[in-house]
Nanobody, 127 residues
Framework: QGRLVASGGGSAQTGGSLTLSCAAT????????MGWFRRVSGKNREGVAT????????NYADSVKGRFTISRDNAKKTLDLQMNNVKPEDTGTYFC????????????????????WGEGTQVTVSA
């Protein structure tokens, strides 16, 4: 059995940066797919970025491409999300997900592909 523990949320001004980190214990770090999702007020949970176990195949939401970078730290067994040039619309609760199944070799941005979830961490971006 494993756990996903997210950290690094907080507040930033528009144009600033934040780094989220998800520590995965047990078997979860060996998942085929892991990813970051977010729930923005009034909307369903949406995919932000995913990464395959090989650490090379990534998938990003159009809204964050060029600004966010997902990465793995195999020594620490963490999945990290570097958020640069953040915008107020990035405000929300961010969740780490694991035990995802790839479809056609792609780790999709669809929440129902993932079985295990961590507690959310809040990100607030002010104008």
């Amino acid at each position: 059995q494993g756990r996903l523990v997210a950290s690094g949320g907080g507040s930033a001004q528009t144009g600033g940066s934040l780094t989220l980190s998800c520590a995965a214990t047990g078997y979860l770090y060996t998942s085929n797919c892991m990813g970051w999702f977010r729930r923005v007020s009034g909307k369903n949970r949406e995919g932000v970025a995913t990464m395959a176990h090989d650490g090379e195949r990534t998938n990003y939401a159009d809204s964050v491409k060029g600004r966010f970078t997902i990465s793995r730290d195999n020594a620490k067994k963490t999945l990290d999300l570097q958020m640069n040039n953040v915008k107020p619309e990035d405000t929300g609760t961010y969740f780490c997900a694991a035990t995802g199944r790839p479809v056609g070799g792609v780790c999709r941005l669809w929440e129902f592909d993932y079985r295990d979830w961590g507690e959310g961490t809040q990100v607030t971006v002010s104008a």
